[in-house]
């Protein structure tokens, strides 16, 4: 059921690749509520991906951008203005390892690789909030989310250097969080979602018993990837304009939980 929270919005979405991609479901969720926005992702991955189909779906541009170009930013950023004057909403839904996807062990990374990391799953949020600073690019109560997960703060040893990328990403948040807020009242989160079957996720070594686990732990089970876009859409609407600088848990209660229940 749709209830217009968006309506009269105006967003871009990074990160949909396929219909298993949250930012994928996102989009949707966005639509159905009102919304406009521009879909965006790295050229090589709208070569791998589907989202011709997405877009046309939901009457979206597609602007590609890798997040590791300021350039390219920047060029997003004013594509961006140039058609929807401010924008009041942003997802960041961008993530990758090159030591993950090559098997290497966190106790055996490439440094070379590990950079890439956190250039391309961390920096890219600071170098996104300082551009759209830079242009005024997002209306005063606007709204950026990011994606994270809980291995910022515990350790899961499959997900390898991507933890530490996750633990500067709501880091990053946090601060700029900080300064965009008394400057512009814009809000900078992130959301900290259950293990998900994405193409992303299912890289990660063991990712079938990752989320078993998670979703034995967790109370009410693991998040799906629709009820991620439709907590997104909360955060992006007017409802939640006092809500800055935190990593919110949408986990199922998985995260307050010490141990998982007898027999499982």
């Given amino acids: 059921m749709a209830y217009g929270l968006l309506k009269g919005k105006k967003g871009i979405i990074f990160g949909a690749l396929d219909d298993r991609s949250i930012a994928w479901k996102v989009a949707e969720h966005c639509h159905a509520e009102g919304a406009e926005f521009i879909l965006t992702n790295a050229p090589v991955a709208l ?37 929807y004057g401010k924008v009041d909403f942003i997802l960041h839904s961008v993530g990758m390892s090159p030591n993950v996807r090559k098997g290497r062990p966190y106790d055996d990374l490439n440094y070379e690789y590990f950079h890439k990391t956190l250039d391309i799953s961390a920096m890219s949020l600071h170098r996104l909030l300082q551009a759209c600073m830079n242009a005024d690019a997002i ?55 259950s293990p998900t079957v994405t193409t992303a996720g299912s890289g990660v070594a063991g990712f079938d018993e990752f989320i078993g686990n998670a979703d034995r732990r967790a109370p009410l089970g693991n998040a799906s990837a629709d009820a991620c876009a439709d907590y997104c859409v909360s955060l992006f609407s007017d409802l939640t304009r006092m809500v800055t600088m935190q990593n919110l848990f949408h986990d199922g209660g998985y995260s307050s939980v010490g141990e998982a229940p007898q027999g499982s």
Avoid: C
């Fill in 47 to 83: 070569r791998m991906g589907t989202i011709n189909a997405l877009a046309e779906k939901v009457g979206a541009e597609i602007v590609p951008a890798d997040v590791t170009v300021q350039e390219d930013m920047e060029n997003l950023i004013k594509v961006a203005m140039e058609k």
């Fill in 139 to 193: 209306s005063e109560w606007g709204s950026v989310v990011a994606l994270t997960y809980i291995a910022s703060q515990r350790t899961y040893p499959g997900y390898g250097d991507m933890a530490d990328a996750k633990a500067m990403l709501e880091s990053i948040s946090r601060s700029f969080g900080y300064h965009y807020g008394y400057a512009k009242k814009v809000r900078v989160n992130t959301i900290s979602q």
